[in-house]
């Protein structure tokens, strides 16, 4: 069985320390989307690590990581990951493994990201700029390059000839983009070095035998269901399935082989990047949730957007992936609000809903809110359910009524000790 961790909202909502937290109970953790857009961070010693696609159970002595098929890899970036992991000591070789069938990242890719953003102007995506969009617009259209390339004496006149394609295309952007591109592929060679050092498989192939095994494996989601290519806010959304679905494609599991889908959420809802956002705060109360949540995007730096939860959304991810159980994250952010406010219906076109319409930009929705009390606790040094606060147990115990899925996790601080299993 292969069970699946997933954001439920617009990204960030805590994946990377979670699986970091549950790798122990596995064998194998495996990525099988998104790319070096994602940022996950880990902390536990006193140190953070933020990990971009390397699977975040790489620290843990007892379990394989495997970056799948749906994947994209830039390995310039990816290098740098494994620069920064070098001093821990981790028997990188034998631990994580990388499918031949994944798509690479091409330093074109990052311009041609840069190029359509720019001619959208006011109307851009706020992409991260990695390449994602471009690197997987190649897969669909036939047109990308395989990690499996790389084991033939043919990839670098591959990679030349669509090198090439992509600066013509960049030229009818017509915006102006500054690049040295020699200095670009100087890096990203390196990178493939790198990368050419590590096992190659098929890890379709390798998960299916695992799973004869009987071995746990944890697929290890990057974004939100918001993001979903499919499901989320399009066009403000990422180039890949994020839902429980992209599972299945992007590692080769069958839907029958799909264990416990386990969704995690934020107290609160946080965004970064463009696109609708219905419970955004532009107040105090937002402007405390970013500087108490030190919201800024792992990958770019850049404030994430803060609002309250909205249920909607949520109950729409927990019905799109099937969520079997949920994990609440940063529940100590709201210690210190009087009030906590959830959205659980929208006012649209005059009446009221309760699930996502086609369009949620705040020109079509209006978010209604439900009231709680909040608490004035610190949780940051809790570790048993007991010591919740009573106005945080009604919270939870309103969302899982709300859900008809029960909380097994609340976490209360960055670190991997700072987790209530409930
Ligand atoms: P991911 O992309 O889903 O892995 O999430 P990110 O790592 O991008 O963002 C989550 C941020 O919140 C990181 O800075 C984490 O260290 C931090 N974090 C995770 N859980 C908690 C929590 O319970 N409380 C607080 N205060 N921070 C948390
Ligand atoms: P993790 O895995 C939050 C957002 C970008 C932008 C949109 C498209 O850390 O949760 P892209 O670079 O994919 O073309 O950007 O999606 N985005 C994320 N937001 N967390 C992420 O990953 C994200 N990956 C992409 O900000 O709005
Ligand atoms: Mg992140």
Redesign the pocket.
């Known amino acids: 069985m292969v069970d699946l961790l997933l954001?439920l909202q617009w990204?960030?909502?805590?994946?990377?320390?979670?699986?970091d937290v549950l790798t122990k109970d596995y064998d194998i953790i495996a990525r099988f989307q998104g790319g070096p857009n994602?940022?996950?961070?880990?902390?536990f010693d006193g140190i953070?690590h933020?990990l971009h696609t390397i699977p975040?159970g790489i620290f843990h002595e007892n379990a394989i990581n495997v970056v799948g098929n749906g994947v994209v890899i830039d390995p310039v970036i990816f290098k740098k990951e494994l620069d920064n992991l070098e001093k821990f000591n981790i028997d990188i070789a034998s631990k994580l493994l990388i499918s031949r069938k994944a798509h690479l990242i091409l330093p074109t890719h990052r311009l041609l990201d840069a190029a359509s953003e720019a001619a959208k102007g006011k109307a851009k995506i706020g992409s991260t700029l990695k390449g994602i969009g471009p690197t997987y617009m190649d897969k669909t259209g036939r047109n990308g390059m395989r990690v499996g390339e790389l084991e033939f004496d043919t990839w670098k006149k591959k990679y030349r000839t669509l090198a090439d394609k992509h600066e013509a295309m960049i030229g009818f952007y017509n915006v102006d983009i500054q690049y040295d591109l020699a200095e670009l592929e100087e890096e990203f060679y390196e990178g493939v070095k790198t990368l050419k050092q590590l096992q190659f498989i098929d890890s379709e192939e390798y998960i299916f035998q695992a799973q004869t095994e009987g071995k746990k494996i944890l697929a290890e989601g990057?974004?939100?269901s918001l993001l979903d290519i499919d499901f989320g806010t399009y066009p403000y959304v990422t180039s890949s399935n994020t839902t429980a679905a992209g599972a299945c494609t992007g590692l080769g599991v069958a839907p029958n082989k799909i264990g416990s889908v386990l969704g995690?959420f934020k107290a609160y809802t946080t965004r970064v990047g463009s696109g609708p956002f219905p419970t955004e705060l532009f107040d105090a109360d937002g402007e405390t949730m970013g500087r108490?949540?030190?919201?800024f995007?792992?990958?770019t730096g850049r404030p994430r957007r803060c609002g309250w939860l909205d249920l909607v959304a949520l109950k729409y991810a927990v019905q799109i992936n099937g969520v079997t159980e949920l994990m609440m994250?940063?529940?100590?952010?709201l210690s210190g609000f009087k009030t906590i406010k959830v959205c659980t219906a929208y006012k649209y076109k005059g009446q009221e809903i309760q699930h996502l319409p086609y369009n949620i930009e705040s020109t079509n929705v209006t978010p209604i809110y439900e009231e709680m009390k909040g608490w004035a606790k610190d949780l940051?040094k809790m570790t048993k359910a007991s010591e919740l606060p009573p106005a945080l147990n009604d919270y939870i115990a309103f969302l899982e009524e709300e859900l008809k899925v029960p909380i097994k996790i609340v976490?209360?601080?960055?670190d991997r000790l700072?987790?209530i299993h409930r």
């Open positions: 954001g990204g960030d909502e805590g994946k990377g320390k979670i699986v994602a940022g996950h961070t880990l902390e953070k933020v975040s990057a974004q939100g995690i108490v949540g030190n919201e995007g792992a990958t994250m940063k529940a100590d952010v940051t976490s209360v601080g960055p700072q987790t």
